[in-house]
DNA sequence: AATCGCTATGGTAACGATATCATTAATTCA
DNA sequence: TGAATTAATGATATCGTTACCATAGCGATT
């Protein structure tokens, strides 16, 4: 099977003159835009195959147009980025849309990498937290008639699109496991409450202690802020703790934080995970960057983006019947940072 | 000022009637494509200037086809990855040329992700360290007349492009910058030797530290392998020595060894920058993730990446006159964890 | 039976750029 | 001087699609 070069291969015409058809009913075929019978259907449709015919991209940008799609991102040194780019880039360039990035960071008022978006002439957005949870900025969105999609948010708007993980469902796969190695004084380290899958996690984790009928004492709460070294001082507070009073687990609501807490146990000579067991969120770079590796919820990035982009470019083509939220199935990742109790 | 919306600005035909001359010839000023007089040119690029006109890559693509360009980057994983596909997709979108990623772990052979990329048509690729030292690579891609080019080699072919930093400037200004901190005994962690890059940083710490008229002791040459791990081993080894006789600054090949340094020395209660300096190589997103935050050289591989894809498609364009290597500016990055000794 | 309103299809033009060939003017060569 | 070459420009066709309008067929309504 000769894969297709740099020449094109089967064009439209083809395609119409196999299926002995006209163009414009391939096009409707491949387009849904309009009524075709069902036998032409099954015709066009066995014809494509047969001549394995792609559309180009290029031609029909040129005729209809491209969809510019806007994704604000928060962090421009996130370890995840990576991932995030690729899935969109991947969409983007199957889909044949334009995709336009603004950084956050770049701007003195949050809205104003969406107001940039906006002048930009993007007609879709991917709204990453914190901002998909503001009501400002999909209040903005609607008014210039732009799509904003919540990307990763706790809490989506249920009326506009939307594509996350299960963040409760995550926290609580990882707590039951945790229990399931035996451990049974577990500390959690919350993150930045003004992200809504912190929250989600959080609840997440209590909710699974409460079932597993484990108390959480207040002194196995934590509050971090989803950096390092929040989780740096956290873990300072820990460990300070008479070794028979510790937890012999610590859940952390992000990588970085779990990095943290690994970073300074093994500086006090702290063996993890012979004498405690951490995990982490989201199986970013960092997760297995660092030693032991960590264990952690993987969290689908490319995936997401690739699905965020899908969604935008389907609702803007206006087959607007499309699925609007996507829940990205999440996986509890084992490596070497927790064990048995 | 009004922004270009969705809604297509001038086209070339506007700028041909305002400036009095065919459509063509706009092109062929728009592409330096063939002679154009002096006269016509001012006047055309002028009206360019004046309504404000971008090509539509759409269309010249539609009629001239694109350009693939392949590439192949080594760990998916990568803390640096972010940087690289935002410089690629900057550069693929502005000029309209379509963008093939091939993860190297996908791949039991190295040169298998290459073949791959060839198959799927591309006319060029980018090759990162260690496949850009590849001769077999070289050959294998000239054999099916696409362009490779080497991005951040540390020992460039000189016939084909290539993009890059002075890695051995960047490592004896850094090395520099510790000698004026004040520091004699410097260590050196150095990094995966198949790594070309590797090399050069080394060779730079050596020579500065020559031209400082600095010994280098034997027992202050750590050897790395770029990872996290690596890094730890070495920090364990070095901190096992007597305070006195340890060195007072380390000089690692990469960010992530400088990190798993810093981790180290956290928990050992050695004190960073107090007690000792650690500076790191590549500024990329674990540099300021750990605390204290990398002191080290920052790779400007968003521009980097930028460049090769132009050069690239320009290159596939034939305007083969352009330039073939591009070596970025590196910048000395000082942050907390280095001080005066 | 004439009219209407569908559905299913095709014909044609156009999207915005460039390849190619044709044309004119300017220059060089024998 | 006349022919040949070169440089500068324009006219036209075309890339692969889709928008738009036209048309044919057919059942339902009056």
Same mark, same amino acid.
């Given at each position: 099977? %000769?894969?297709?070069?740099?020449?094109?291969?089967? +064009?439209?015409?083809?395609?119409?003159?196999?299926?002995?058809?006209?163009?414009?009913?391939?096009?409707?075929?491949?387009?849904?835009?309009?009524?075709?019978?069902?036998?032409?259907?099954?015709?066009?449709?066995?014809?494509?195959?047969?001549?394995?015919?792609?559309?180009?991209?290029?031609?029909?940008?040129?005729?209809?147009?491209?969809?510019?799609?806007?994704?604000?991102?928060?962090?421009?040194?996130?370890?995840?980025?990576?991932?995030?780019?690729?899935?969109?880039?991947?969409?983007?360039?199957?889909?044949?849309?334009?995709?336009? $990035?603004? #950084?956050?960071?770049?701007?003195?008022?949050?809205?104003?990498?969406? %107001?940039?978006?906006?002048?930009?002439?993007?007609?879709?957005?991917?709204? #990453?937290?914190? =901002? @998909?949870?503001?009501?400002?900025?999909?209040?903005?969105?609607?008014?210039?008639?732009?799509?904003?999609?919540?990307?990763?948010?706790?809490?989506?708007?249920?009326?506009?699109?939307?594509?996350?993980?299960?963040?409760?469902?995550?926290?609580?796969?990882?707590?039951?496991?945790?229990?399931?190695?035996?451990? %049974?004084?577990?500390?959690?380290?919350?993150?930045?409450?003004?992200?809504?899958?912190?929250?989600?996690?959080?609840?997440?984790?209590?909710?699974?202690?409460?079932?597993?009928?484990?108390?959480?004492?207040?002194? @196995?709460?934590?509050?971090?802020?989803? +950096?390092?070294?929040?989780?740096?001082?956290?873990?300072?507070?820990?460990?300070? %703790?008479?070794?028979?009073?510790?937890? +012999?687990? =610590?859940?952390?609501?992000?990588?970085?934080?779990?990095?943290?807490? $690994?970073?300074?146990?093994?500086?006090?000579?702290?063996?993890?995970?012979?004498? $405690?067991?951490?995990?982490?969120?989201?199986? +970013?770079?960092?997760?297995?960057?660092?030693?032991?590796?960590?264990?952690?919820?993987?969290?689908?990035?490319?995936?997401?983006?690739?699905?965020?982009?899908?969604?935008?470019?389907?609702?803007?083509?206006?087959?607007?019947?499309?699925?609007?939220?996507?829940?990205?199935?999440?996986?509890?990742?084992?490596?070497?940072?927790?064990?048995?109790?």
């Amino acid at each position: 099977m %000769k894969q297709n070069n740099s020449k094109q291969g089967a +064009t439209i015409h083809d395609v119409a003159e196999y299926a002995g058809v006209s163009a414009m009913t391939v096009s409707r075929v491949v387009n849904k835009s309009a009524s075709v019978s069902e036998k032409m259907r099954k015709k066009i449709e066995n014809a494509i195959e047969e001549l394995n015919y792609v559309p180009n991209l290029a031609a029909r940008a040129a005729r209809t147009g491209v969809n510019k799609i806007g994704i604000i991102f928060s962090n421009p040194k996130s370890h995840n980025l990576g991932d995030f780019l690729m899935g969109a880039f991947t969409a983007g360039s199957k889909l044949g849309c334009e995709l336009l $990035i603004e #950084p956050l960071p770049a701007h003195p008022e949050p809205l104003d990498a969406l %107001k940039t978006l906006i002048n930009k002439g993007v007609s879709g957005v991917i709204l #990453p937290p914190p =901002i @998909c949870d503001s009501l400002e900025a999909h209040q903005l969105a609607r008014k210039h008639s732009v799509t904003a999609l919540s990307f990763a948010s706790g809490n989506p708007k249920l009326h506009s699109p939307a594509v996350l993980i299960d963040d409760f469902s995550g926290a609580s796969a990882m707590t039951h496991y945790l229990i399931g190695l035996g451990h %049974k004084k577990i500390a959690f380290v919350k993150g930045d409450p003004s992200h809504s899958p912190a929250i989600s996690r959080f609840e997440g984790f209590m909710v699974a202690m409460a079932e597993a009928g484990l108390d959480v004492d207040d002194d @196995c709460i934590y509050q971090g802020d989803f +950096t390092y070294k929040s989780g740096l001082e956290v873990a300072q507070k820990l460990f300070a %703790k008479d070794k028979f009073q510790r937890p +012999t687990a =610590i859940f952390a609501t992000n990588d970085e934080m779990a990095a943290a807490i $690994i970073a300074v146990a093994h500086g006090m000579d702290v063996k993890v995970p012979e004498e $405690i067991s951490v995990a982490g969120f989201d199986d +970013t770079a960092i997760a297995s960057t660092v030693w032991p590796q960590l264990t952690t919820v993987h969290q689908p990035l490319r995936q997401m983006a690739e699905k965020a982009v899908e969604i935008l470019d389907a609702s803007l083509r206006k087959n607007a019947q499309e699925q609007k939220h996507f829940v990205a199935p999440f996986k509890l990742v084992e490596r070497e940072s927790t064990g048995h109790c």
